[in-house]
């Protein structure tokens, strides 16, 4: 049997990425061949990522592509936030948002058919997926994508790799750029309150309702409260109400006018939004292992 040596081992941990004891491991059952080795570790790799599948993914980035007159934005998700800062895993990212600007892929299953190879992996985008959630060991999904070739001016913006905004628009190229920011800054819901989602309106008056009943006020007086506060929040909510982040003297709205712009759509990814993150008791998971080991002696 041919000496598996620690720089075989090394070399073999540098293309890998996997576990040393792991390379060690495969080096040894591959007899020292060193491609046979790495294979062996792709397929267990590959089994890791399919025990990593369950895991919720609620970090990760937001990344945009710009060509021409397209534009594509997509959230792609891991477990921790130090792998948003890991090269392969924004270097899939940032390759998955060009895949949406050029293909225009149906849904995130279709996307990963794309043909698309990266660190070893491939042919496909979702075969790059599996390989890095080995390689790295965490889980990592795509989780929704925009892509915007309406035939208008587009404007985007990427606060950090967090907040990403793409704006539809005919004008000024500037206000534009301008308005994607104030987005990422103020989050609106719609461009305007007649355009605000049912649902959020419903459960503001639900709120506002039971403000009011607690004030003891008569039913009139209470009525005009209730609708005061709902029509408070369409004009915090919508986009053309609300203030200006760079003159708040004028509403978004106001500045457009002034700058013969008009904003047609937009959208706007905050990373992780609405992802139920999984809070860890450290506490209670060591006792808990206290508790296996103890009924297993």
Do not use: W
């Amino acid at each position: 049997m041919a000496a598996i040596t620690a720089s075989m081992v090394a070399e073999l941990r540098a293309k890998t990425d996997a576990p040393m004891m792991e390379c060690k491991k495969a080096l040894t059952e591959a007899e020292g061949d060193m491609a046979k080795a790495e294979e062996l570790l792709r397929v267990k790799l590959g089994t890791k990522a399919g025990k990593a599948a369950s895991r919720v993914t609620a970090e990760g980035v937001v990344s945009i592509c710009m060509q021409g007159a397209t534009c594509a934005m997509i959230e792609v998700n891991c477990e921790t936030d130090f792998v948003t800062k890991n090269d392969s895993f924004l270097a899939m990212a940032n390759a998955a948002a060009k895949l949406v600007a050029e293909h225009n892929p149906a849904d995130v299953a279709a996307l990963g058919l794309l043909s698309y190879s990266q660190d070893g992996f491939g042919p496909t985008l979702e075969d790059v997926r599996k390989g890095l959630i080995g390689k790295i060991g965490e889980n990592m999904s795509f989780r929704r994508f925009k892509r915007a070739a309406s035939g208008t001016q587009l404007a985007s913006y990427l606060h950090g790799t967090r907040i990403g905004v793409v704006v539809e628009f005919e004008g000024n190229d500037t206000a534009a750029k301008d308005v994607a920011m104030h987005i990422a800054a103020m989050k609106p819901v719609s461009l305007s309150s007649a355009e605000v989602p049912a649902d959020l309106i419903a459960k503001e008056r639900s709120v506002a309702t039971a403000k009011a009943a607690e004030s003891g006020k008569p039913a009139d007086i209470a009525a005009k409260m209730i609708e005061g506060s709902v029509q408070k929040y369409l004009k915090e909510v919508s986009l053309f109400n609300q203030a200006f982040v760079k003159n708040d003297k004028q509403t978004v709205e106001q500045m457009l006018k002034a700058q013969a712009t008009q904003i047609k759509a937009f959208t706007l990814y905050v990373m992780g939004e609405g992802i139920e993150k999984k809070v860890d008791d450290f506490a209670a998971e060591v006792a808990a292992q206290v508790a296996a080991a103890q009924s297993a002696a």
